[in-house]
Antibody, heavy 121, light 107 residues
Framework: QITLKESGPTLVKPTQTLTLTCTFS??????????VGWIRQPPGKALEWLAF???????RYSPSLKNRLTITKDTSKNQVVLTMTNMDPVDTATYYC?????????????WGQGTLVTVSS | SYELTQPLSVSVALGQTARITCGGN??????VHWYQQKPGQAPVLVIY???NRPSGIPERFSGSNSGNTATLTISRAQAGDEADYYC??????????FGGGTKLTVL
């Protein structure tokens, strides 16, 4: 059974760096083809993809946010970490991590419950 | 960059058929995935690769994809189907793209 859970601060100040951790079970990020992505959703708005990391440490970022994002994995801990620099109130959103696999034919088939991050001074 | 266009809202009478569209340039050449999101919950995959249902998703949910439009069809709509629905594709320019979402109302 695949599960994912996001953790991190619920409140950050403008200009600070956000660090979120996705802890998962039921799969390994050392398995060929496996990947984990981060998606966010501002209150009342649509889903927005942020980043993706694959089993072989290949990484992909949203072009509009790539200068602010870093995604890493710790295979031994079954964790994926996303950092986002220079936070702004417009970054207030629920942040989700999700399981997928390599290739365009794979969806995000398992999602975490999400964590709400508010950016405010 | 590639874009996906969804209607903001769709209404359907209880027991009738709802169709939610997702428009994109030659989207028929891509694999389209659909997610259902109820208020306060994480998205749930309901259709993958255009027309495949994950285990546990009712047969009332189906999908198609051709030309410039992909469609999620919900037959015999129930009150419990009220939710936001998002389409998603992978693209070479922006690897993961979501549509803007459609709010389904069951009357």
């Amino acid at each position: 059974q695949i599960t994912l859970k996001e953790s991190g601060p619920t409140l950050v100040k403008p200009t600070q760096t956000l660090t979120l951790t996705c802890t998962f079970s039921g799969f390994s990020l050392s398995t060929s083809g496996v990947g984990v992505g981060w998606i966010r959703q501002p209150p009342g708005k649509a889903l927005e993809w942020l980043a993706f990391i694959y089993w072989d440490d290949d990484k992909r970022y949203s072009p509009s946010l790539k200068n602010r994002l870093t995604i890493t994995k710790d295979t031994s801990k079954n964790q994926v970490v996303l950092t986002m620099t220079n936070m702004d109130p417009v970054d207030t959103a629920t942040y989700y991590c999700a399981h997928s696999r390599e290739g365009s034919s794979w969806p995000f088939d398992y999602w975490g419950q999400g964590t709400l991050v508010t950016v405010s001074s | 960059s590639y874009e996906l266009t969804q209607p903001l809202s769709v209404s359907v009478a209880l027991g009738q058929t709802a169709r939610i569209t997702c428009g994109g340039n030659n989207i028929g050449s891509k694999n389209v995935h659909w997610y259902q999101q109820k208020p306060g919950q994480a998205p749930v995959l309901v259709i993958y690769r255009d027309s495949n249902r994950p285990s546990g998703i009712p047969e009332r949910f189906s999908g198609s994809n051709s030309g410039n439009t992909a469609t999620l069809t919900i037959s015999r709509a129930q009150a419990g189907d009220e939710a936001d629905y998002y389409c998603q594709v992978w693209d070479s320019s922006t690897p993961v793209i979501f549509g803007g979402g459609t709010k389904l109302t069951v009357l």
